[in-house]
C-alpha cells in the first residue's frame, strides 16, 4: 500500500504540471512542444495508477478520469493532455478485459441495435479484482511511453516516400516534426527548396527557414500575403497541425487556412504531418475549447493608443481547416486519407471516453 509520503508527493507533482499547463496558456510559462506535453502526462498518469488506493479497474477509471479532467481544464487548447488520459483508460479497459479472458474488441463488436437500446456497457462490468491488473496496465502505459518518444522518427522516416529531387516544398510557421520530416530527407542526399510562410504575428517561420539553412537546405522565406502568388511554383505543401479533429479537419497555427485554400485552388497535394497522440474526438463546433485569442500588440502596439480606443481587435492563434482540403496524413503508423480518421479514433480510444 501506498504511504502518505508517497501520495502528498504525488499531488505535488500533479499540482506543478497543472500549474505549467496554466502558464503556458497564459504564454507566461516556458512553451513546450506537443509530444513534451504527451510525455509529461502519461508519466504522470503512470504515477496516478502505481501510487494511489484503488481496488478495482472501476474505482481507478474514477480516478484517472477526475484528475484528466482537471488536467484538461487547466489549458483547454491543448488536446494532446485529454488524448492520453483517453488512452490510458483504453489502456486499462483493455488489461481488465484481458484479465476476465474477453477480448476488448468483441465487447466493442456489438450490434447498432444492442448499442442504442443497452446504452453501452455499465461501470459495474469493472467492479471485479485482480491482482496482476496494475503491473499489466503499467507495463502497457510503459510501451505507450516508448511510442511516443520514437513518433518524430517514425514520421521522418517516412521523407523519401514523399520528398522527390528539385521540388519546391512550402510550409508554415514552425513545427518540430515537419522540421524533422524535411530534415531526415536532406541528411539523405535529397535536393530540394522549401519555402517557408512566415505566420505574423508571431513569425515562426524565421525560426524554421533558420533551422532548415543550417542543415543546408536551400530556404526562402514569404510573407502571408504572397502565399497565393508562390503557390503555383510549389510542387506539395507539408505543415503540422496542433490537433487533427474528429471529423479529418485541423486545427492548425493561423494562417494555414489560406494556405490550404490556396494549394486547393493550384491542386497542389496538402501533407499533413501528425503523431497520432493529437488525433482528438473533439468536433470543430465545440466553440469554447476551439478558439484562443492572444493579446494583439504585436498587430497594433500600445503605442498606438489614439487607434486603440475605437478598434476591437482580436487575434486568433488558431485556424480550422476543413478535411476536404487535405490530401494525406502522415502518422508515426504510416499514411491515411482524412476521411480514415474515424477508424483510427475507434482504435485509439474507447466511445465511452469521448466526454471525460
Not at 82 to 106: D, H, Q
Not at 119 to 132: A, D, K, V
Not at 168 to 180: H, K, L, P
Not at 336 to 342: D, E, N, Q
Request: proline content about 5%; some cysteine.
Amino acid at each position: 500500500m501506498p504511504g502518505p509520503y508517497k501520495e502528498t508527493d504525488l499531488t505535488e507533482r500533479v499540482e506543478a504540471f497543472l500549474s505549467e499547463l496554466k502558464r503556458e496558456g497564459c504564454g507566461t510559462g516556458p512553451l513546450r512542444g506537443s509530444a513534451e506535453t504527451a510525455r509529461e502526462t502519461t508519466a504522470l498518469l503512470r504515477r496516478i495508477v502505481a501510487q494511489t488506493r484503488w481496488s478495482n479497474a472501476g474505482d481507478l477509471m474514477e480516478i484517472i478520469r477526475k484528475e484528466g479532467r482537471r488536467m484538461a481544464a487547466a489549458q483547454p487548447s491543448e488536446t494532446t493532455v485529454g488524448n492520453m488520459v483517453r488512452r490510458v483508460l483504453k489502456i486499462i479497459r483493455e488489461e481488465y478485459a484481458r484479465s476476465r479472458g474477453s477480448s476488448e474488441e468483441t465487447d466493442q463488436q456489438e450490434s447498432l441495435h444492442k448499442l442504442l437500446t443497452s446504452g453501452g456497457l455499465s461501470e459495474e462490468n469493472f467492479r471485479q479484482y485482480f491482482p496482476p491488473l496494475k503491473a499489466n496496465v503499467i507495463e502497457t502505459i510503459n510501451e505507450l511511453l516508448t511510442e511516443l518518444e520514437g513518433t518524430t522518427d517514425n514520421i521522418a522516416m517516412q521523407a523519401l516516400e514523399h520528398i522527390h529531387s528539385n521540388e519546391v516544398i512550402m510550409t508554415i510557421g514552425r513545427s518540430r516534426t515537419v522540421e524533422a520530416f524535411l530534415k531526415d530527407a536532406a541528411k539523405k542526399k535529397r535536393k530540394f527548396h522549401v519555402i517557408v510562410a512566415e505566420c505574423a504575428p508571431f513569425c515562426q517561420g524565421h525560426e524554421m527557414a533558420t533551422s532548415l539553412s543550417k542543415a543546408d537546405i536551400e530556404t526562402t522565406v514569404i510573407t502571408d500575403a504572397a502565399i497565393f502568388a508562390v503557390m503555383s511554383r510549389v510542387n506539395k505543401v507539408i505543415i503540422g497541425t496542433q490537433t487533427v479533429l474528429a471529423n479529418g479537419g485541423l486545427r492548425a497555427v493561423n494562417g494555414t487556412h489560406t494556405l490550404a485554400l490556396a494549394a486547393k485552388h493550384h491542386s497542389t497535394p496538402l501533407i499533413i504531418c501528425a503523431p497520432m497522440f493529437k488525433l482528438s474526438p473533439q468536433f470543430p463546433n465545440e466553440e469554447d475549447t476551439f478558439h484562443k485569442f492572444v493579446s494583439p500588440h504585436e498587430v497594433l502596439p500600445f503605442t498606438e493608443g489614439e487607434i486603440l480606443s475605437k478598434v476591437n481587435v482580436h487575434c486568433p492563434v488558431f485556424d480550422y481547416v476543413p478535411p476536404e482540403l487535405i490530401t494525406l496524413f502522415i502518422s508515426n503508423i504510416g499514411g491515411h486519407a482524412p476521411s480514415y480518421i474515424y477508424r483510427l479514433m475507434s482504435e485509439l480510444y474507447h466511445p465511452e471516453d469521448h466526454e471525460l
